[in-house]
């Protein structure tokens, strides 16, 4: 085993723990919680290595690097996340190699993402990216629309062609009546995705927490859990 195997080997038995024990806290089973590793900054041979240790979701948020990446990964038994903001321009691209995109925010990404979908003959699973320090009906300009406004989002989503609505998305909000209250902020997404399931019953995935906060995230009920640093390690500074 290479030196970086054996560091990834250990950061992922080491996130697998938290997230065992998160669970067990919560009266959750394992397998209700899955792991995304977001692999953004790092090689290829780093997402090889996580796909031989047994990781099948991974993530990425720019379309200059992950396209590459994903090409190079073609091979392998991955499902790609793409979880950052998109523009129009990338979403051809995008659509070539993501299985899911969980920053849908508004009604033209929407529109690009179903004609791409239709074009290459694939069906995209989408996540409404949810502002929670947006306002009720606002959006965020880092990414993310109010809670007003999902449900219309994601009626838009469920009936565009090549699109399935999966759920939502959350990143815990630095500022707004969340700040600092992680736990908080993903019970609200969850009382968002219950309201919802009422409407579209199939889109019981919600994404929330990465490395420093999952635990608070698999209390809410989060299904999906995005970890980078606590497994691959502190990203190079670009530049």
């Known amino acids: 085993m290479t030196d970086r195997k054996a560091q990834l080997a250990a950061n992922l038995a080491q996130v697998e723990e938290r997230i065992a024990s998160a669970c067990a806290a919560a009266g959750r089973e394992r397998e209700e919680v899955t792991l995304i590793v977001v692999t953004k900054t790092y090689p290829a041979s780093d997402v090889r290595i996580l796909s031989e240790l047994g990781v099948r979701d991974v993530a990425e948020n ?29 979403v051809r691209s995008v659509v ?16 690009s993402l179903s004609a791409a979908a239709v074009r290459a003959e694939r069906e995209l699973g989408c996540l409404i990216q949810v502002a929670l320090d947006a306002g009720e009906n606002g959006r965020r300009e880092r990414g993310g629309v109010g809670p007003g406004g999902i449900e219309e989002l994601a009626a838009f989503v469920a009936d565009s062609p090549g699109l399935r609505l999966d759920g939502l998305m959350t990143v815990a909000p630095l500022t707004g009546p969340y700040a600092d209250r992680q736990q908080a902020a993903f019970e609200r997404l969850m009382d968002l995705s219950t309201d919802l ?9 919600v994404s929330a927490g990465m490395s420093a906060d999952l635990e608070q995230a698999v209390a809410a009920g989060a299904t999906h859990v995005r970890v ?11 530049g």
Do not use: I
């Open 62 to 90: 720019r379309d200059q690097d992950a396209a590459p990446k994903a090409a190079e990964c073609a091979d392998l038994p991955l499902r790609w996340h793409f979880v950052g903001q998109l523009q129009t321009n990338k």
């Open 96 to 111: 070539g190699y993501a299985d899911v995109v969980q920053s849908v925010d508004r009604s033209k990404l929407v529109t």
């Open 197 to 205: 399931r009422r409407a579209h019953p199939a889109a019981n995935m």
């Open 228 to 238: 980078g640093t606590a497994v691959l390690g502190v990203r190079p500074r670009l």
